[in-house]
């Protein structure tokens, strides 16, 4: 029997009591209790600023446009320490790491999307190339062009490939991301991640463990 798929993600420590409560949230499900906004954004700026937000994404024809906000974003592996620096937000924000159960999940959700993201690289050079450049870059690599190399890099994912990501050692994962010019400027940029939509925008606490 196939051992069951877990990932992984970092929250903040005051979030604790409320997930061991209510679960992981996304975005479009606290946005939709005033008591759970108010937990999750306590000052009234901030919380008018995260609805606005919410709510222009939620405006969005595309599901790969507003993901972001229908389900919490995971990782497929624990984090390789080496990029995590004190001037990562993980530690300059003191998240707390957990794990999820996916393979429960879905046997109780089965209708629940598991969305990946930049799940191919984006070369850094590729700030400093004009558009013609980047999309002659990606026909060498095979794609037809941006949308093409879109559909790739952003798309569903079966159970099977997230256990085919989680079987990767945590440096194969990271190894895209950029100290120098992602940290402080990128929670994860070019790692390999994944967006839990499941059809309540709710993950479950009894799916969540603290590690």
Do not use: C
Not at 26 to 46: C, F, H, M, Y
């Amino acid at each position: 029997m196939s051992k069951d798929v877990y990932v992984y993600s970092a929250v903040p420590p005051r979030s604790k009591t409320s997930i061991k409560k209510y679960g992981l949230l996304s975005g479009a499900r606290v946005i939709g209790s005033d008591s759970l906004l108010k937990k999750a954004r306590p000052k009234k700026e901030e919380r008018d600023k995260f609805v606005k937000m919410v709510k222009e994404k939620l405006s969005k024809r595309s599901l790969s446009d507003k993901v972001s906000v229908l389900g919490p974003s995971v990782f497929f592996t624990e984090l390789d320490e080496s990029k995590i620096t004190e001037d990562h937000f993980i530690k300059r924000w003191r998240l707390e790491k957990i794990r999820i159960n996916l393979t429960e999940l879905l046997r109780d959700e089965p209708e629940t999307i598991i969305y990946g993201a930049e799940l191919i690289p984006i070369p850094i050079e590729s700030d400093e190339m004009s558009e013609v450049e980047f999309g002659k870059y990606l026909e060498s690599k095979g794609f037809k062009g941006i949308k093409d190399f879109r559909a790739a890099r952003r798309r569903p994912l079966t159970l099977a490939e997230v256990r085919a990501y989680t079987k990767r050692s945590p440096r194969a994962m990271w190894r895209h991301y950029s100290v120098e010019h992602h940290t402080g400027r990128y929670y994860a940029a070019n790692v390999p991640h994944a967006f839990i939509i499941t059809p309540t925008g709710q993950i479950p606490a009894k799916y969540i463990d603290f590690v």
